[in-house]
C-alpha cells in the first residue's frame, strides 16, 4: 500500500482530490473571516471576499459597544470549561488508573456507564435542571454550568484516559520499586511521566468539548454573568435594531475558533490518537 | 474505590436529572404558575403522542440523522481512503484540513453556513445563479442546509474513526486477496469491509445517537421555523421558551426513551459487542 511509485498523471489526479478536500474544509471558515473583515455597508454586497477589508466589527467586540455583551460571555467560556476540564480530567484519572491498572468487578460497569452518558440527550438533562437549578439558586451561576458539563466531559476523558493508561507498561514501576524506589518515588518518576501526554490530550479534548457546548449555555443562563460564548453568540443583536449584527457575530466567531483549531492542529496527531483510540480500543 | 467519585459523578449528572424529569412530567405544571400544579398521570405523555406537532418533529429528526449518517458514511470513508492513499506530500496536508470543521465549535459552523445562504449577504446565491432564493422560507430547502452544516461538521469524526480502522486490516490479506486476482472492489467488500466492522460499527452508533440530538444547527437557522422543528429543539421550547415543565419533561423523557431504543436496536441488529469492540473479552 505505500509503495509510492505514482505515474506523473496519477500525481496530478492526487493533487486535484487533495485541493478539492482542502477547499471542502476551509470554504465556510474563509467565509466567515471574510465576513468579519466587512464594512457594515459591504455586508449585503455578497462577494465572496470582503471588499474593503476592515477590522471595525472586531474593534466593536472587543472594545467597542458590543465589549460588554462579548468580553464576560468570553470570561465565562473560558472559566467554566477549563475549571469542568480540571475536574473531569481528576475524576477520569483516578477511574481511568482503577481500570487499566486493577482488577476489579465494577470495570464494565463503569465504562458502560460512561458510554451511556456519553449517548445521553443533553436536552432531557436540561430541563429537569432548569427547575432544580431555579429552585436552588444554582441558575445563572458558574457552578450551575459546571456540574452539568460533567456530563460532557467525563466520560470522553475515562474513555481517552483508560485507553492511554492501557499501554503504560505497569511493570516498570515494580521494576523501580526492586531497584530501591520507594513505591511512590516509582509512581512519580515513572508511571508519571509516561502517563502525562495522554492527561494533557485527554485535557484538550475535554476542554474543546466544553467550550463547544450550547444546549446547557443557552438554557441554564439568562445573563452575562454566565453565559458562555456560544450562547451569547445566537442571542447577538445588533447595536440597534435596524443594524444586521452579522460583523460583529462574525468576528466573535472568529475570535472563539482561533484558540481552538490553533490547538488541534498544534497537537493534531496526538488528539486524532487520542480520539479514535478512546472510540475504537477503550 | 479510585473510580467511585467518576462514577458517582456520571451518576448525579444524568440519572438523577432524568428521574426528575420522569417525575416532574406526570404533573400539569407550568412555571408561570406554580400553584395549579398538580398530578395528572400519564396525561402528558397522552397529549404529546396525539400532537401532530410532536410527529413531525419526529420524522424531522429521522430523517436528518438518517440522511447525515449515510452521507457521512460515504463520505468519511472516502476521505479515509484518500487519507490513506494520498501522496506522502499531501497527506498531512489533507489531515489538517480534515481537523478545521471538526475543531470549529458547532454554533460558529451553524452561523457560516447560515450566512452563506442567507438571501441579503450570502454568497451563494450569487455564486449559483440563484438570486433571491430564501433558502430558510420552506422546509426541503431550508432542512437541506441544516443537513450540510451538519454533515461539513462531522464528517472528520466518522473519517477518522474509519481511517484508524482500515489501519487495523491486516496487510497480509490485502495482498493475498490480490496475488488470487481479486479486483479493488472485491477486496473492498470481502476483505476490508468485514475486517473493520468494529470501527464502522462504532462510528455509526456514535454518529446516530449525536445526530438524533441536534438541536445547535436547528435553534441558530431557523429557530424550528419553516417545520424544521426537531425533538430537542421541541424539549428545548416547551421548558425553556415556554415554561412547561411538566410538557418539557415529558418531551424529555420520550427523547431519552427513543435515544435509549436505538442504541439497543444498533446493539440487536448489528450485534456490536462494545467491549470486543475495545479488544476486551
Same mark, same amino acid.
Do not use: C, H
Given at each position: 500500500?505505500?509503495?509510492?511509485?505514482?505515474?506523473?498523471?496519477?500525481?496530478?489526479?492526487?493533487?486535484?482530490?487533495?485541493?478539492?478536500?482542502?477547499?471542502?474544509?476551509?470554504? +465556510?471558515?474563509?467565509?466567515?473571516?471574510?465576513?468579519?473583515?466587512?464594512?457594515?455597508?459591504?455586508?449585503?454586497?455578497?462577494? @465572496?471576499? +470582503?471588499?474593503?477589508?476592515?477590522?471595525?466589527? /472586531?474593534?466593536?467586540? %472587543?472594545?467597542?459597544?458590543?465589549?460588554?455583551? @462579548? %468580553?464576560?460571555?468570553?470570561?465565562?467560556?473560558?472559566?467554566?470549561?477549563?475549571?469542568?476540564?480540571?475536574?473531569?480530567?481528576?475524576?477520569?484519572?483516578?477511574?481511568?488508573?482503577?481500570?487499566?491498572?486493577?482488577?476489579? +468487578?465494577?470495570?464494565?460497569?463503569?465504562?458502560?456507564?460512561?458510554?451511556?452518558?456519553?449517548?445521553?440527550?443533553?436536552?432531557?438533562?436540561?430541563?429537569? %435542571?432548569?427547575?432544580?437549578?431555579?429552585?436552588?439558586?444554582? /441558575?445563572?451561576?458558574?457552578?450551575?454550568?459546571?456540574?452539568?458539563?460533567?456530563?460532557?466531559?467525563?466520560?470522553?476523558?475515562?474513555?481517552?484516559?483508560?485507553?492511554?493508561?492501557?499501554?503504560?507498561?505497569?511493570?516498570?514501576?515494580?521494576?523501580?520499586?526492586?531497584?530501591?524506589?520507594?513505591?511512590?518515588?516509582? @509512581?512519580?518518576?515513572?508511571?508519571?511521566?509516561?502517563?502525562?501526554?495522554?492527561?494533557?490530550?485527554?485535557?484538550?479534548?475535554?476542554? @474543546?468539548?466544553?467550550?463547544?457546548?450550547?444546549?446547557?449555555?443557552?438554557?441554564?443562563?439568562?445573563?452575562?454573568?454566565?453565559?458562555?460564548?456560544?450562547?451569547?453568540?445566537?442571542?447577538?443583536?445588533?447595536?440597534?435594531?435596524?443594524?444586521?449584527?452579522?460583523?460583529?457575530?462574525?468576528?466573535?466567531?472568529?475570535?472563539?475558533?482561533? +484558540?481552538?483549531?490553533?490547538?488541534?492542529?498544534?497537537?493534531?496527531?496526538?488528539?486524532?490518537?487520542?480520539?479514535?483510540?478512546?472510540?475504537?480500543?477503550? | 474505590? &479510585?473510580?467511585?467519585?467518576?462514577?458517582?459523578?456520571?451518576?448525579?449528572?444524568?440519572?438523577?436529572?432524568?428521574?426528575?424529569?420522569?417525575? #416532574?412530567?406526570?404533573? $400539569?405544571?407550568?412555571?408561570?404558575?406554580?400553584?395549579?400544579?398538580?398530578?395528572?398521570?400519564?396525561?402528558?405523555?397522552?397529549?404529546?403522542?396525539?400532537?401532530?406537532?410532536?410527529?413531525?418533529?419526529?420524522?424531522?429528526?429521522?430523517?436528518?440523522?438518517?440522511?447525515?449518517?449515510?452521507?457521512?458514511?460515504?463520505?468519511?470513508?472516502?476521505?479515509?481512503?484518500?487519507?490513506?492513499?494520498?501522496?506522502?506530500?499531501?497527506?498531512?496536508?489533507?489531515?489538517?484540513?480534515?481537523?478545521?470543521?471538526?475543531?470549529?465549535?458547532?454554533?460558529?459552523?451553524?452561523? $457560516?453556513?447560515?450566512?452563506?445562504? #442567507?438571501?441579503?449577504?450570502?454568497?451563494?446565491?450569487?455564486?449559483?445563479?440563484?438570486?433571491?432564493?430564501?433558502?430558510?422560507?420552506?422546509?426541503?430547502?431550508?432542512?437541506?442546509?441544516?443537513?450540510?452544516?451538519?454533515?461539513?461538521?462531522?464528517?472528520?469524526?466518522?473519517?477518522?474513526?474509519?481511517?484508524?480502522?482500515?489501519?487495523?486490516?491486516?496487510?497480509?490479506?490485502?495482498?493475498?486477496?490480490?496475488?488470487?486476482?481479486?479486483?479493488?472492489?472485491?477486496?473492498?467488500?470481502?476483505?476490508?469491509?468485514?475486517?473493520?466492522? $468494529?470501527?464502522?460499527?462504532?462510528?455509526?452508533?456514535?454518529?446516530?445517537?449525536?445526530?438524533?440530538?441536534?438541536? #445547535?444547527?436547528?435553534?441558530?437557522?431557523?429557530?424550528?421555523?419553516?417545520?424544521?422543528?426537531?425533538?430537542?429543539?421541541?424539549?428545548?421550547?416547551?421548558?425553556?421558551?415556554?415554561?412547561?415543565?411538566?410538557?418539557?419533561?415529558?418531551?424529555?423523557? &420520550?427523547?431519552?426513551?427513543?435515544?435509549? $431504543?436505538?442504541?439497543?436496536?444498533?446493539?440487536?441488529?448489528?450485534?456490536?459487542?462494545?467491549?470486543?469492540?475495545?479488544?476486551?473479552?
Amino acid at each position: 500500500m505505500d509503495s509510492q511509485n505514482y505515474s506523473t498523471r496519477e500525481k496530478v489526479l492526487w493533487w486535484v482530490v487533495g485541493l478539492l478536500i482542502v477547499a471542502y474544509a476551509l470554504v +465556510p471558515v474563509a467565509w466567515i473571516v471574510s465576513l468579519s473583515l466587512k464594512r457594515g455597508a459591504d455586508l449585503s454586497s455578497q462577494t @465572496f471576499l +470582503p471588499p474593503d477589508p476592515t477590522t471595525e466589527n /472586531y474593534e466593536l467586540i %472587543l472594545s467597542g459597544s458590543a465589549s460588554d455583551l @462579548f %468580553l464576560p460571555a468570553l470570561r465565562n467560556s473560558i472559566g467554566i470549561s477549563l475549571i469542568a476540564t480540571l475536574i473531569a480530567v481528576v475524576l477520569a484519572m483516578f477511574a481511568a488508573y482503577a481500570i487499566a491498572r486493577l482488577d476489579f +468487578p465494577g470495570k464494565k460497569v463503569i465504562l458502560t456507564t460512561a458510554l451511556a452518558v456519553a449517548i445521553f440527550p443533553v436536552i432531557s438533562i436540561v430541563t429537569p %435542571l432548569f427547575n432544580v437549578w431555579r429552585t436552588i439558586g444554582l /441558575y445563572d451561576t458558574w457552578p450551575g454550568l459546571i456540574i452539568p458539563y460533567m456530563s460532557l466531559t467525563l466520560p470522553i476523558s475515562i474513555w481517552t484516559l483508560s485507553a492511554f493508561f492501557r499501554e503504560i507498561p505497569w511493570e516498570m514501576e515494580q521494576a523501580a520499586q526492586v531497584d530501591g524506589a520507594t513505591s511512590w518515588q516509582a @509512581f512519580r518518576k515513572v508511571i508519571v511521566p509516561l502517563a502525562a501526554p495522554g492527561v494533557f490530550t485527554t485535557a484538550i479534548i475535554a476542554f @474543546f468539548i466544553a467550550w463547544n457546548d450550547f444546549v446547557y449555555g443557552i438554557s441554564l443562563t439568562s445573563t452575562e454573568a454566565s453565559r458562555p460564548v456560544p450562547a451569547a453568540l445566537a442571542l447577538f443583536t445588533g447595536a440597534s435594531q435596524f443594524e444586521e449584527p452579522t460583523g460583529a457575530i462574525s468576528a466573535a466567531a472568529v475570535i472563539v475558533t482561533i +484558540p481552538v483549531v490553533v490547538l488541534v492542529l498544534i497537537f493534531q496527531r496526538r488528539i486524532v490518537a487520542g480520539l479514535t483510540n478512546g472510540a475504537v480500543k477503550g | 474505590m &479510585l473510580a467511585g467519585p467518576a462514577f458517582v459523578v456520571m451518576l448525579a449528572v444524568t440519572a438523577y436529572p432524568i428521574l426528575q424529569a420522569t417525575y #416532574d412530567s406526570l404533573f $400539569a405544571y407550568r412555571l408561570t404558575d406554580p400553584e395549579s400544579r398538580r398530578f395528572v398521570g400519564l396525561n402528558n405523555y397522552a397529549v404529546i403522542l396525539t400532537d401532530p406537532v410532536w410527529w413531525n418533529a419526529f420524522g424531522v429528526t429521522v430523517l436528518i440523522t438518517v440522511v447525515t449518517v449515510l452521507v457521512e458514511l460515504v463520505l468519511g470513508f472516502a476521505l479515509a481512503l484518500v487519507m490513506m492513499k494520498a501522496l506522502r506530500t499531501i497527506r498531512p496536508v489533507l489531515r489538517t484540513a480534515i481537523l478545521i470543521p471538526y475543531a470549529i465549535i458547532t454554533v460558529v459552523s451553524a452561523f $457560516a453556513w447560515f450566512f452563506a445562504f #442567507d438571501i441579503t449577504s450570502g454568497f451563494v446565491n450569487p455564486t449559483f445563479g440563484l438570486e433571491g432564493t430564501d433558502w430558510f422560507a420552506s422546509f426541503p430547502t431550508a432542512v437541506s442546509v441544516i443537513m450540510m452544516s451538519e454533515i461539513w461538521k462531522t464528517t472528520p469524526f466518522i473519517s477518522l474513526l474509519i481511517l484508524s480502522g482500515l489501519a487495523q486490516v491486516p496487510e497480509d490479506l490485502q495482498e493475498a486477496a490480490k496475488v488470487d486476482g481479486a479486483t479493488w472492489w472485491q477486496r473492498m467488500w470481502k476483505v476490508t469491509i468485514p475486517n473493520m466492522k $468494529a470501527a464502522i460499527m462504532v462510528a455509526l452508533l456514535f454518529r446516530t445517537l449525536d445526530a438524533f440530538r441536534i438541536f #445547535d444547527n436547528v435553534f441558530i437557522m431557523t429557530g424550528g421555523a419553516a417545520g424544521t422543528e426537531t425533538l430537542s429543539f421541541g424539549a428545548y421550547r416547551q421548558t425553556i421558551s415556554r415554561l412547561e415543565i411538566g410538557l418539557g419533561s415529558a418531551y424529555s423523557v &420520550l427523547l431519552f426513551l427513543s435515544v435509549v $431504543a436505538i442504541a439497543l436496536g444498533f446493539i440487536k441488529i448489528f450485534k456490536v459487542d462494545l467491549s470486543q469492540a475495545r479488544g476486551e473479552k
